[in-house]
């Protein structure tokens, strides 16, 4: 009963709740007031402003129950662009007129409880039209709940399904029902947007986190007045306010409002018939926002579309006819709108335009770089059907293709036709078509599905099957192509037949395939780890952790791993693997991965970087300190929070056998902005096989006989063309945005097209017609139009007109070239390259490059009718022009270069940059109107305070309801900030040359309202520089000149000699005279002043002023006394007081102090010690400056003893000094060797310009460099002398100023000993420097002692000589050098700094000089030796070439295989063998077709080459086949192979060793080791296993004798030993047989001397029947189930029946 009446209650109260749904009776008219606008600018008043306008009145019909009918009576539009709020909207009558009938077309759509459904109008009806009706049914779509008063939900919209809070309430004393709506349009389900060109772009959640680029929303307000049926809507407001900046909305945005109001006015009591029956109405889809034709229209500009196959050609003949001699400064602006008339064009209209002008080159080459901007398939379909017509070339179709595959817009149609392109045969066939066409099928996979999250699996068929055909068929190459094409794609349906091509995870026949596979496949995971992190993070740490992969893969792996982001866990275990991994190389690789990690900036790294830097915790210890042949891994980020802007570099150096040149190079840039990040460019180099066919040796001995000796070096560099298949050299691949665009691979096929082009005779006929081409007149001009960035954002507002956001860059170069050239005397028909040299070549050319790039920013209303947008653009145009005539007289040797003047053009670049609001529709494009953002007059005005009333009395006096909250200016703004604008003009006159250049710069901003980067950019800026003849005589031309020969002299115009500077000093005398006559006041001038300007001594012919002399006395006690102006160096004098300081003394004190410097710095060091006893600091820093000293004798001996007096002191400074006195200037003894001359031509035949003459006296050994400027009055000069002392010395000074006597230093170079080392010392003294060159030495030398000290050196302070710096290099060894490093207050020590290069000295010297020929072959030379592995053996101890150390036991006459090459060809092997009567060891190296033996004998090494004696008179021995040296080297003998791999082995008595070049590091085997590097894995077996004990690593590399007859007296073989203890295994008994070889005793043999080694045994049950034959075939392939020691046999006795 209770139940009954709680049901009776309930239905009651239901049946009496009023229904808030809007209602509309059948048969009654509802006519409401409709007023809607959409504005766009800063949120400040008093700025521009663009807008639109919509006022009309609504007619709500309801056709019947479900179905009403939306008509817009008396439609009116207007337009805005002014400064808000002064400025009013201005109807756009003609505009209003033309869309008249469709805005007053009725339509129909269904309505039921408040929800709009679908949609219906006629097709004539326009969708940008029928969306303003959606926006006016957005009103009217209320989801209103019954039972709930606070709801949200996720409705649909005009802007798609969003978020939308409801708050309802009643006011019932006035009878209204007030409900509010909002919408978070940054929380959508289904947010209506389209975007282009941002494919390529990843959202960055992280950054969007820490600042917002864009932030949206919309609010709804309704007075409804309820009814029995339903509501009545009488008032309705929309309001949507959305901010953007690209850097980010807190520091500063521009905004979007949006306001909507519908008023309700009557209800009409009948219904008005609207519906023509006529017309039909089909359907138009429902209230949500459909996109119509502003996806062709650029926001650029509006255009009139009436013709466009007209309208095309004259934007054709537009860019034709003033882009000829150089870019027009529209250009760019132009080929946008030549774009857009492509895009909306017919298919055949653009193939007629193209018929047309196929044929005129310039018209065509517009044409085929507009068409792929179309976007469209159409770009793809027409160079699909011109190539395939023959119509374009080659290499214009790669072009056109590539750049239309990365502007069209993917969809099917696009994908379906770029896979016929990519398997049309004759596409196929051409190796780049192929390659573009492929990866270009990727790309747009790649761009559809980012796109369209629900991307089908069945594009990306095509490829699989081509990998699995090509698998089957082993063709790699293609293998290689389909997996950059899954890579480019990054579908997740690749996944699988990727991971088949992997080993561990597909068949057998995977691990089989070519490494590059395997890279490339790994490779090809990261772009689909972009979408499945998750799924190959558990794919590619499983390949890392599979140490039996190669390194590289599993270093390629850990790249992918960290791109996808690791967690702290993942990390953690790597950190862990990497404790116990057993190769360094991806130690080093994973670790500096880590630690660089650890540094990231970057938001979305953020959490990987704090896991590393646990990892990096852990890991420290062990890797902190790896070499730098291993390999490494690179990140460098840089990241502002505040702008939301940053960019990242990695860099990977990925190695395998740390030799010099890496395996792989990868280096990627990412960058960082609004809110996303890209991958902007990707460059990977492989050198796989390049070092080695580069140094390796490339012509084979003939006639080896193969079956008794190692295989010959085959597979070189040129044997390569003989060979139908070869391993590529090396790859480069080219990655832009995360897409591969290019890839090749230097191998065969390319070489021998090198090779053939380089030599056939169609490359001297190609040179020849060139030449041919040049004479007879050249001129050509280039034009390159380029749509560089088309990024947009197109979403619609709750007015219904699409908001766009957009950036678009495009860009123009050109470059006219007019080229002549003659000859004299004329060249015969068929000549050649060497007569050239014999003549007299004249050449006249005139280049004009320019460049016109223009960049817009846009945000606004775009539409295919009207424009209201806010844009910023900015146009930069250069222009260079250059006209010159250059002469080469070879007989001559006169070398003349002319720039002649431009006439014309002054301005060569411009930048600039504007802000504006424009409104326009395409009705009336002659009233558009543009408004500055920034007005003028406001830019005017000079204080803060009268802006800020203004704007206030223009708020207070506005009337209506709009929000002023968003405009109202903060209170707490700098006072400093004033509206002020910039203009600053800089100017620099060349008179020399007759120029004048000029920069301006102009700015006009909105920083005065908000000073951030935004506001910055926002207003008006120009940057000009302009270039114009300087105020004075015309400059007729500007010449370089130089001069080589005997002519040298005819040339100099201005000649310096010391006849010349002394007249110039007895000038001066004579006007000091007068001056101190004229002005007798000057006498009584202070001391101090007379003596503290340089410029007065120098214009002082003597002086004997005493105070003079006391304030030089004081200063340098090694002073030294002048008397005669104008002469550099003078004879110390003896006098304990000097006269007043000259110009002339300054240089003597340099060269006396450089004279005196080792007994100045050991009085100077003793006083110091005496004066610094009572402070123990000073006394610290004294025995740190001891510490760093090292002794330098000197191996100069003096050459230059001008006098027998001077003779005997050996002073190379007296002879330097000497030699300058006798001739300052080399002018009066020898002419000029070459004669440069710099001059402008002047109208007035005055010369001006520069002058370089260098003189060589060839008696002193001496040159001399003058730098002068040809001005008369001018005297300064730069005067450069050096003379070669003798071999071991240089000395050079280096003056300049006014007769070069302001400024000087002096370099000293010489060679002597450090220690028994060679040495080279540098020192550089100076008296006097300028200011400007300290100050930057100063920083240099800071920065030099913060290098250093990063790099390990040795730094104290010290007092060292005063004004100079020496430095000294002493050679420690051929590869290693010590260095010393003094300046005045530092001295910088470092030793054994490794060289690249080994030094040619010492035995180093003495192979080059006898076995090398060429400089190449000996640069080649001393590179290998210094990068060579080395391995020792010093009787029974062996230094591996990885430097691991262990104690080698031989056995008795058995050779052991010391080191060899282990790949197929066998270049070479080293066989070690002791000779047991002597205890020495005894070498056989077979190398090539020759067999060397080096053994002990007597007291000498004996050699043998193929069982022929050399005897030691007869080295150096040069093997005539081969480049085989043999040299005799202090007690030992050296052999040199290093073109076979084979750097050096070396014997004498005490040690052996040998050396291996660095391309042969990974190929090794042997006692020796890998030469990998790789010391955790020294102990490797022929068999490949690593073993961990020494002994039975030697002796696996024993070679076995065959019986106990054979000569050699090897009675020892290797076998597998049963172990004879009992063995319990995981609880059963088993027996065991060692899986690593055990040397044994040959049967009828007994060993008379044993040692143990620990080796593994494989164990089996004790009852299973093991044979030898069977089981013990394979055991070393078994695995380790325990390891023990075994008995191992070093000598043997046979007995005399064994056979």
């Not at 020892?1612 to 063995?1623: D, Q, R, Y």
Request: aromatic residues 8%; hydrophobic residues 40%.
């Amino acid at each position: 009963m209770r139940v009954l009446v709680l049901a009776f209650t309930v239905a009651l109260v239901a049946g009496n709740q009023v229904n808030f749904a809007p209602e509309f009776a059948t048969g009654k008219t509802y006519i409401y007031k409709y007023e809607a606008f959409i504005m766009g600018g800063l949120p400040e008043e008093g700025l521009a402003r663009a807008g639109v306008k919509v006022i009309s009145k609504v007619h709500v019909i309801a056709a019947d129950a479900n179905t009403l009918v939306l008509k817009l009576v008396d439609p009116e539009i207007f337009e805005y662009s002014g400064i808000w709020p002064k400025d009013a909207f201005m109807p756009a009558t003609k505009l209003t007129s033309a869309l008249a009938a469709q805005l007053s077309t009725p339509i129909k759509f269904e309505y039921s409880n408040g929800v709009v459904g679908k949609v219906f109008a006629p097709a004539a009806i326009s969708e940008t039209v029928l969306n303003v009706h959606r926006g006016i049914l957005n009103i009217l779509q209320l989801n209103i709940k019954k039972t709930q008063n606070v709801y949200e939900l996720q409705e649909p919209g005009v802007q798609g399904v969003c978020n939308t809070q409801y708050v309802i309430s009643e006011d019932t004393k006035a009878d209204r029902i007030l409900l509010t709506k909002t919408k978070d349009l940054n929380n959508c389900q289904e947010r209506i947007v389209k975007d282009i060109g941002l494919a390529y772009t990843e959202r960055c959640a992280e950054c969007e986190a820490r600042g917002k680029t864009m932030n949206g929303a919309a609010a709804f307000s309704y007075i409804m007045k309820p009814a029995a049926t339903g509501a009545l809507i009488l008032e309705a407001t929309a309001t949507e306010l959305l901010q953007f900046s690209p850097i980010n909305i807190m520091n500063g945005a521009a905004q979007m409002e949006a306001k909507q109001i519908l008023t309700f006015i009557e209800i009409a009591k009948a219904a008005v018939e609207h519906i023509r029956a006529d017309i039909p109405y089909v359907p138009r889809g429902s209230l949500q926002y459909i996109f119509d034709r502003e996806l062709l229209q650029t926001p650029i500009q509006l255009l009139r579309i009436s013709n466009a196959e007209a309208q095309i050609v004259e934007i054709l003949n537009h860019l034709v006819t003033f882009n000829m001699a150089m870019v027009h400064e529209d250009a760019p602006l132009k080929f946008i709108e030549l774009i857009q008339l492509l895009r909306v064009a017919r298919f055949e209209s653009i193939e007629a335009v193209w018929t047309r002008f196929k044929a005129k080159a310039d018209y065509r080459h517009w044409i085929l770089n507009a068409v792929p901007a179309i976007g469209t398939h159409a770009a793809l379909k027409f160079f699909k059907e011109k190539f395939l017509a023959g119509e374009v070339t080659v290499t214009e179709a790669a072009q056109a293709l590539l750049a239309s595959v990365h502007m069209v817009t993917a969809d099917l149609e696009v994908i379906k036709l770029a896979e016929e392109m990519a398997m049309n045969p004759k596409i196929q066939e051409n190796p780049v078509l192929r390659e573009v066409a492929m990866l270009g099928y990727g790309t747009l996979v790649a761009k559809y599905c980012a796109e369209n999250p629900n991307c089908p699996a069945e594009l990306m068929r095509p490829i699989h099957e081509l990998a699995i055909q090509a698998v089957a068929r082993g063709e790699m190459e293609k293998v290689i192509v389909t997996l950059k094409v899954m890579g480019n794609a990054g579908h997740p349906a690749s996944l699988k037949p990727i991971m088949k091509l992997l080993p561990g995870f597909g068949s057998a026949a995977a691990a089989g395939l070519p490494h590059r596979v395997h890279i490339d496949a790994v490779l090809a995971l990261r772009n689909i780890a972009k979408k499945e992190p998750k799924m190959i993070q558990e794919w590619a740490v499983q390949l890392f952790m599979d140490k039996a992969l190669h390194p590289e893969l599993r270093m390629v792996s850990a790249i992918v791993l960290f791109e996808t982001k690791m967690p702290m866990g993942l990390v953690t275990t790597l950190a862990n693997v990497l404790l116990k991994e057993s190769n360094l190389q991806i130690a080093s690789f994973v670790y500096s991965y880590m630690k660089a990690m650890t540094k990231n900036t970057a938001p979305d790294f953020a959490s990987v970087a704090a896991a590393c830097n646990v990892a990096v915790k852990i890991l420290n210890p062990k890797f902190d300190r790896m070499s730098y042949r291993y390999s490494r891994a690179f990140y460098f980020d840089t990241y502002h929070n505040p702008w939301m802007m940053g960019a990242a570099a990695s860099a990977f150096y990925v190695n395998d056998a740390a030799t010099v040149l890496p395996r792989a190079i990868v280096a990627k840039a990412r960058t960082y902005f609004a809110g996303a990040h890209a991958d902007v460019l990707e460059l990977g180099v492989r050198t796989e096989g390049m070092q080695e066919a580069l140094l390796k040796i490339k012509n084979a001995p003939e006639n080896a006989d193969r079956m008794t000796k190692m295989k010959q070096v085959i597979r070189a560099l040129s044997e390569w063309r003989a060979h139908p298949s070869s391993q590529p050299l090396a790859s480069v691949y080219v990655k832009f945005f995360g897409q591969e665009i290019a890839f090749t691979n230097i191998d065969k096929a390319i070489i021998d097209q090198i090779i053939e082009l380089a030599s056939g005779p169609a490359f001297h006929t190609y040179g020849r017609n060139a030449l041919n081409a040049v004479m007879s007149g050249l001129a050509f001009h280039f034009a390159k139009p380029m749509l560089v960035a088309e990024v947009r954002r197109i979403f619609p507002t709750t007015v219904g007109l699409p908001m766009e956001l957009s950036f678009y860059t495009a860009a123009v170069a050109a470059a006219s070239v007019e080229l002549q050239a003659t000859v004299t005397p004329p060249l015969p028909a068929n000549f050649n390259a060497a007569q050239l040299l014999k003549s007299d070549i004249n050449i006249k050319a005139a280049i004009t490059p320019s460049v016109s790039m223009h960049t817009y920013a846009v945000m606004g209303v775009n539409t295919a009718f009207l424009q209201a947008t806010l844009m910023s653009r900015a146009r930069v145009h250069t222009i260079v022009p250059a006209k010159m005539e250059a002469r080469i007289d070879m007989i001559k040797g006169n070398f003349k270069l002319q720039f002649l003047p431009v006439h014309g053009i002054n301005k060569i670049a411009s930048v600039f940059v504007d802000t504006f609001a424009v409104a326009r529709n395409v009705e009336d494009l002659a009233a558009a109107k543009i408004t500055p953002m920034v007005p003028a007059e406001l830019a005017a005005k000079t204080s803060r305070e009268t802006f800020f009333s203004k704007i206030s009395k223009m708020a207070s006096s506005l009337a209506g309801d709009m929000s002023k909250s968003s405009e109202i200016l903060p209170v707490g703004w700098p006072s400093r900030i004033a509206p002020k604008a910039f203009e600053k003009k800089w100017c620099a006159a060349f008179e020399t040359f007759g120029i004048k250049a000029c920069t301006e710069i102009e700015s006009r901003n909105a920083a005065f309202i908000r000073n951030c980067p935004f506001y910055t950019i926002i207003g008006k800026h120009a940057v000009t520089v302009e270039v114009a003849p300087a105020a004075g005589p015309v400059v007729e031309k500007i010449e370089i000149e130089v001069q080589v020969g005997d002519r040298a002299a005819e040339k100099i115009l201005k000649v310096i000699n010391q006849s010349e500077e002394q007249e110039n000093i007895e000038d001066k005398t004579v006007l000091m005279k007068l001056k101190k006559i004229l002005v007798p006041r000057q006498k009584n001038s202070t001391a101090s002043s007379s003596s503290s300007s340089s410029s007065r001594s120098r214009r002082s012919s003597s002086s004997s002023s005493s105070s003079a002399s006391s304030k030089s006395s004081s200063s340098s006690s090694s002073r030294s006394n002048s008397k005669a102006v104008g002469k550099a160096f003078k004879r110390p004098s003896n006098s304990s007081s000097s006269h007043s300081s000259s110009a002339s003394n300054s240089k003597s004190s340099l060269m006396s102090s450089s004279r005196s410097s080792s007994s100045s710095s050991s009085s100077s060091s003793s006083s110091s010690r005496s004066s610094s006893r009572s402070s123990s600091s000073r006394s610290r820093s004294l025995s740190k400056q001891q510490q760093y000293e090292m002794k330098f004798i000197k191996n100069h001996i003096h050459q230059h003893a001008l006098s027998t007096a001077r003779a005997n002191s050996k002073s190379s400074a007296y002879s330097f000094e000497t030699l300058y006195n006798n001739a300052k200037y080399l002018s009066n003894a020898v002419t000029p060797v070459v004669t440069i001359l710099i001059r402008a031509v002047r109208a007035d035949h005055k010369v001006q310009g520069y002058q370089v003459a260098a003189y060589f006296d060839r008696a002193t050994a001496r040159l001399q460099v003058i730098f002068a400027n040809l001005a008369e009055n001018d005297h300064w000069r730069i005067c450069a002398d050096g003379v070669m002392l003798s071999y071991h010395k240089l000395m050079a000074k280096i003056a300049w100023g006014i007769e070069c006597k302001q400024y000087q230093t002096e370099i000293t170079a010489e060679t002597g000993l450090v220690d028994k080392d060679p040495a080279v010392r540098v020192k550089v003294a100076w008296e006097k420097l300028p200011k400007s060159m300290t100050r930057y030495a100063t920083k240099i030398s800071q920065y030099i002692s913060r290098v250093a000290r990063d790099y390990g050196a040795s730094m104290a302070k010290a007092k060292n000589g005063r004004n100079q710096i020496l430095l000294s290099v002493a050679a420690a060894s051929e590869t290693r050098l010590n260095i010393w490093l003094k300046t005045p207050k530092k001295t910088l020590y470092m030793r054994g700094v490794a060289l690249p290069i080994a030094l040619p000295i010492g035995y180093t010297a003495a192979e080059l000089e006898s076995s090398q020929s060429n400089w190449a072959e000996k640069i080649s030379y001393m590179l290998t030796k210094a990068n060579a592995a080395e391995c020792s053996m010093v009787k029974d101890t062996v230094v591996t070439f990885n430097n691991r150390k262990y104690k080698n036991e031989m056995p008795h006459s058995c050779a052991q295989v010391l080191a060899q090459d282990c790949t197929p060809e066998l270049k070479f092997i080293v066989l070690v063998k002791r000779d047991q009567t002597q205890e020495q060891n005894q070498i056989n190296v077979k190398i090539g077709n020759i067999d060397v033996d080096l053994q002990p004998k007597g007291h000498v090494i004996m050699v043998k080459v193929n069982g022929v004696e050399i005897p030691i008179n007869n080295l150096p021995y040069q093997h005539p086949t081969g480049k085989i040296q043999i040299t005799k080297r202090g007690e030992g003998i050296a052999l040199l192979a290093p073109s076979h791999g084979l750097q050096e082995v070396y014997l004498d008595w005490n040690e052996l060793k040998v050396k291996v070049v660095d391309w042969m590091r990974g190929q090794t085997c042997g006692l020796c080791g890998k030469a990998d590097g790789e010391s955790r894995q020294e102990y490797r077996t022929p068999n490949e296993r690593v073993t961990k004990n020494a002994v039975s690593y030697a002796h696996s590399w024993v070679m076995s004798g065959k019986s106990c007859r054979d000569a050699s007296e090897c009675f020892m073989n290797l076998e597998s030993v049963k172990l004879e203890k009992k063995v319990i295994l995981h609880g059963q008994e088993s027996k065991c047989y060692s899986v690593e070889p055990v040397l044994r005793c040959l049967a009828g043999c007994m060993p008379v001397r044993t040692t143990t080694a620990t080796v593994g045994y494989h164990c089996l049950p004790a009852d299973s029947n093991l044979s030898v034959s069977e089981g013990l075939s394979s055991i070393y392939e078994k695995s380790i189930d325990l390891s023990e020691t075994a008995e191992a046999h070093l000598a043997c006795r046979c007995a005399p029946q064994c056979v």
